[in-house]
């Protein structure tokens, strides 16, 4: 018999914000709600800890509430950020013609 070993890893409770997380959206003070590629977590946090997350390098604000993850941009295209393969099921999100540019910048000086 082959054993296999599987990815233990509990999202909810070791959540890697840089690694996993591919936006996030500012709720009621101190909600945070991450989204991932298959997932969304709502987590309370203090408000240092907020104030730490949206000052990460990162993350760069796209709207009021939103912070998108630099290193997670797939393309930018037709004024929509998308996250891995763009497809019907693929998470994107809609930016500015103002903020893709300066994303498209932070992305090539990033790789």
Not at 40 to 63: C, P, W, Y
Not at 80 to 98: A, D, Q
Request: hydrophobic residues 35%.
């Amino acid at each position: 018999m082959m054993s296999v070993a599987l990815d233990a890893r509990n999202r909810y409770e070791d959540l890697d914000i840089k690694k996993d997380v591919i936006f996030f959206r500012l709720g009621a003070p101190g909600l945070v709600c991450f989204h991932g590629t298959n997932y969304n977590i709502r987590k309370r946090m203090t408000g240092e800890q907020i104030q730490e997350l949206i000052h990460d390098a990162s993350f760069f604000k796209v709207g009021s509430d939103c912070y998108v993850n630099i290193g997670r941009i797939a393309d930018i295209e037709n004024d929509r950020l998308y996250f891995g393969e763009k497809g019907p099921e693929s998470k994107s999100l809609p930016v500015s013609k103002r903020n893709q540019q300066t994303l498209r910048s932070l992305i090539s000086s990033a790789r």
